[in-house]
């Protein structure tokens, strides 16, 4: 579930998108200069990135948090992921967008390990 002022940051801002396409919609109808044009273009393009590069940052920063937790809680102190866990813990508030990615598959492989390990310990 998205937070709901998430939500509405990003309804607002497809609203504005929305008038800067009616915009550039009016202004090819009119035969306005293409450079005119395509400033209006850039600054739909780049409100689009934002209200996205939002919604991704959200969805990843949770799913990362998620891991986080679980992987923690599969490693009690005795796994020998321990220092690697505890780094990207205290990285996660400060990663970016695209560091957020590759942490989360990071911390997917080491709770895997953890997870094999207790499978072959248990058998």
């Known amino acids: 579930m998205i937070p709901r002022d998430l939500t509405k940051d990003i309804q607002t801002r497809l609203q504005s998108i ?3 396409v009616d915009g550039l919609i009016r202004m090819l109808g009119e035969g306005k200069e293409p450079e005119k044009i395509l400033i209006q273009f850039k600054a739909t393009q780049k409100g689009i990135d934002k209200a996205y590069f939002l919604l991704l940052d959200e969805v990843y920063r949770k799913a990362l948090a998620i891991k986080i937790s679980e992987t923690v809680e599969a490693c009690p102190g ?3 992921h321990e220092d690697r866990i505890e780094f990207i813990r205290q990285q ?7 560091s957020l990615t590759q942490k989360l598959n990071e911390i997917t ?15």
Not at 92 to 98: G, I, S, V, Y
């Open 18 to 20: 929305k008038g800067q």
């Open 78 to 80: 005795n796994c020998g």
């Open 92 to 98: 996660f508030p400060h990663l970016e967008l695209d």
């Open 109 to 123: 492989e080491l709770k895997e390990r953890i997870g094999n390990t207790h499978e072959n310990t248990d058998s």
